[in-house]
């Protein structure tokens, strides 16, 4: 049986670096191997790219379209065959590398001139029983890198994200490769770690169970998410670990912290997996140089605990009042991915700690990919259907990566004065070398040896006094940066409110102080939350929570946000002051110690010297100048991505558009004009020329996402009269002349459609604001029984 396909999302099995501003979340899926007590199989893989899942009710003759065999494509599938290493090679490797370049000795001077910059933090997120694990990436001045494992109980994510010492996983290898990273480097390190769970939404640390519940912080951006109070800090590894240069000391300390934690966490089998975890616990190591860090970079390695039926776990009481925890989590999961796969303007991730946690995995800064799992047996068939439906949505996800995404203008002229302070450096120094001679009384009165040390001294304090001065530059940078994003995320809430506003016909300004005294409401609810995690009863907060409209929800959350966002850069604008005054000191000090050079040279080697100084300078002022045009060109380059991406999106919606009418006009017997036909025609041929110059005329047959060429269709097997000597191995029967219509546009079936156009962008519901679309034709059987429109 031609199984169907409802997904078009596959790409290329090994996926390239992804450069773009907007990227598509990476989706794998990994099937577990049967177990000796599971006798039948509801699915496997076809190839590296699709599954299948096997209807055993395809005889049903009343349930007909549940008797196809549904077939689904992802970027990658690993049967059941599939090795941890392959694993790790397909999905990881590559992501964790380019994010850990910066680390590489050599690879940015400027960054390691800036010496306070956190390396990496690890962090593993897991739980038995658990329904995902993510494993997270940020780097400074880079973007963040996230993988998460998900699934349903016992479908084999902790094996392929911790696995065990004979087959480590994922979080290992990519513990080791940042090791391996690190491990080169000169300087020191300290090492840092982190456990926690999250169980019935209240949050305790495992390396220090007897402290009680945490708390949830995040900035005032949402992003920055931190837990107050944990014990991180005090869970130091010291630089010993990694300047022992000991790769098994390193892993076999955070193994052992690893299992200690563990040994604290709230774990109970369930029927489904002996070893269930009732909670998400989140593990991070956190790796810096030794010099004092503030700022977070975060290699985050995430297991959330997993949905399940309450009837198959067997769960009751206590474990089931915890399914729903996890189920809740899981929910409010399901709901950010449906919002954001519709292209929601608004996506609350506010619902759980956990989306609170996956806020920046999902929606932000971050490079993903998610490996959905899946168990072959039959017995598991629904939790596999929705995991590989999850999945498919999750194919329509694009993540933004935002770094150097900001006003690329200003960036540049920033760059720019930078180079010019330093030109204008490198002209004084020039200068000082033309001055006068050194005057004689200087020179005499230290001897040779004095002099040369005095003059070494003062190279080293003029040297340090430069990176210090470029360490400010680029902080300032940053926060100028910091700050205009800011101002853009303010105005991005200012519009969201007046979207809303103005749906619900109130004028904007005019309500601004009604509309901030209802969010200042909302925050005052928000806070009355009991200690389960759940709003409490009074009648006030239901009629919130129950009869909010989303619109209401958004302009709440957007006053909040901007609230925060303007408390914030009232920070940053402090800061940035703090900064400047440092900044000015530094020159002063610069020029003061440059004014001593020429009374102490005296010879040619010591002008050669300032000479070299001088060469730093030009160079560093040249190495700003690559980077700013780097950054114009990439701007560009991400613009052009952006505005392709966009257009496909359009043309995705237009062939949705054009399949959904030409439905219609096929039901209503419409004789079509002659122009429509041309038309027709024209487009058919556009979509043949481009499938060949994209793909090569192999592919054309198969490729998923194109509007059906309109004579193609008549030559689709699926068209074809039983009886005319092919027989339809689908069971689908061919249009007759008569019910085609003379003009003869193609009938097109549900089924066909989805097999040629993939999964449409958005079926109406999905939370994408389409036009209004009649409802779908009805399904009439023919005589031969088989499903036609
Ligand atoms: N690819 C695989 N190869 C071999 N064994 C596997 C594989 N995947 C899973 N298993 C085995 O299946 C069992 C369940 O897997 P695992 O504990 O990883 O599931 P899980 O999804 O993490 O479950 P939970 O959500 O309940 O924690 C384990 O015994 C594991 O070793």
């Not at 959905?372 to 498919?392: C, F, G, M, W």
């Not at 701007?635 to 439905?663: A, F, G, P, S, V």
């Amino acid at each position: 049986m031609t199984p169907e396909t409802p997904s078009s999302s596959g790409s290329d099995t090994s996926r390239p670096p992804i450069r773009n501003a907007e990227e598509r979340l990476m989706v794998a899926v990994r099937i577990r191997p049967l177990k000796a007590d599971e006798a039948t199989r509801s699915l496997h893989a076809v190839d590296k790219k699709n599954i299948v899942i096997l209807e055993d009710d395809r005889n049903d003759v009343l349930r007909q379209k549940r008797g196809v065999d549904k077939q689904y494509s992802f970027d990658v599938v690993f049967g059941e065959d599939s090795t941890q290493e392959e694993v790790y090679a397909v999905t990881t490797r590559d992501l964790i590398k380019d994010v850990l370049n910066g680390l590489r000795p050599g690879s940015n001077y400027l960054e390691d001139l800036l010496g306070d910059v956190p390396l990496a933090t690890v962090r593993l997120f897991e739980g038995c029983g658990c329904n995902m694990m993510v494993l997270h990436l940020t780097m400074p001045f880079r973007y963040n890198a996230t993988v998460f494992a998900y699934g349903p109980t016992g479908a084999g994510k902790t094996h392929t994200m911790v696995g065990d010492r004979s087959q480590p996983g994922i979080m290992i290898r990519a513990l080791n490769d940042l090791f391996e990273t690190v491990k080169n480097n000169e300087e020191e390190y300290s090492v840092t770690m982190s456990y926690l769970e999250i169980y019935n939404e209240q949050i305790r640390d495992l390396l220090n169970p007897s402290s009680g519940y945490l708390e949830l912080r995040e900035d005032s951006r949402g992003r920055n998410i931190q837990v107050a109070g944990l014990s991180g800090d005090i869970n130091d590894l010291h630089g010993r670990v990694i300047n022992e240069r000991s790769e098994f000391l390193f892993l076999e300390i955070v193994m052992q912290l690893l299992q200690k934690g563990n040994k604290a966490r709230t774990i109970e089998p369930t029927a489904m997996n002996n070893t269930s975890s009732r909670s998400h616990a989140l593990l991070s190591v956190t790796v810096r140089h030794s010099i004092p860090v503030d700022k977070k970079d975060h290699l985050r390695m995430r297991i959330l605990a997993g949905s399940e039926r309450a009837n198959k776990t067997k769960n009751r009481g206590k474990r089931l009042q915890e399914g729903a925890h996890i189920n809740r989590s899981l929910l409010a999961l399901g709901n950010c991915i449906n919002a954001l796969s519709g292209g929601a303007r608004y996506v609350n991730y506010r619902d759980s700690k956990l989306t609170r946690l996956l806020k920046e995995a999902l929606s932000g800064n971050c490079r993903t990919v998610m490996i959905a799992h899946v168990s072959p047996s039959s017995t598991q068939k629904d939790e596999s259907r929705n995991t590989l439906i999850y999945a498919d949505r999750a194919n329509n996800i694009t993540n933004k990566i935002e770094r150097n995404v900001f006003d690329v203008s200003y960036q540049v002229t920033q760059y720019q004065t930078v180079i010019t302070e330093l030109r204008d450096e490198i002209s004084r120094l020039q200068t000082k070398m033309k001055e006068e001679r050194p005057r004689s009384a200087d020179v005499n009165r230290l001897n040779a040896e004095e002099r040369s040390s005095e003059v070494r001294n003062l190279r080293e304090q003029i040297v340090e006094t430069f990176k210090t001065q470029m360490k400010l530059r680029r902080k300032l940078m940053e926060i100028d940066s910091h700050l205009l994003g800011l101002g853009m995320e303010a105005e991005r809430q200012h519009v969201i409110i007046s979207h809303w506003e103005s749906r619900s016909n109130k004028l904007y300004k005019n309500s601004i102080n009604e509309s901030r005294a209802r969010t200042q409401q909302s925050i005052r609810r928000r806070k009355i939350v009991t200690a389960d995690g759940f709003r409490s009863a009074g009648n006030e907060q239901d009629e919130t929570s129950d009869g909010e409209s989303e619109g209401e929800a958004a302009v709440q959350q957007a006053w909040t946000e901007l609230a925060d966002i303007e408390r914030e850069q009232e920070r940053w604008s402090e800061l940035r002051t703090h900064i400047e005054q440092k900044l000015e000191i530094c020159r002063q000090r610069g020029v003061t110690l440059e004014d001593k050079l020429p009374s102490l040279l005296s010879s040619d080697d010591e002008r050669e010297i300032l000479a070299l100084m001088c060469k730093v300078h030009e160079l560093e002022a040249d190495k700003m100048a690559l980077q700013s045009e780097r950054l114009v060109r990439q701007h560009e380059l991400r613009r052009r991505d952006l505005i392709i991406l966009r257009y496909d999106r359009q043309r995705q919606l237009c062939e949705e558009i054009i399949t959904r009418q030409r439905q219609i006009l096929e039901e209503a017997r419409f004789k079509l004009p002659s122009d429509l036909q041309e038309l027709y025609q024209m487009y058919q041929q556009e979509i043949h020329a481009a499938t060949y110059t994209d793909l090569g005329l192999s592919q054309l047959s198969s490729t998923p996402d194109k509007l059906p060429p309109i004579s193609k269709i008549y030559s689709d097997p699926i068209f074809r009269r039983n009886g005319t000597g092919d027989s339809d191995a689908s069971g689908l029967s061919p249009p007759s002349s008569a019910e085609s219509g003379e003009d003869g546009l193609p009938i097109i079936n549900d089924s066909s459609v989805d097999r040629v156009m993939g999964q449409p962008v958005s079926r109406p519901g999905m939370g994408m604001k389409l036009p209004p679309l009649p409802p779908s034709p009805p399904v009439r059987l023919n005589e031969s029984g088989s499903n036609r429109l």
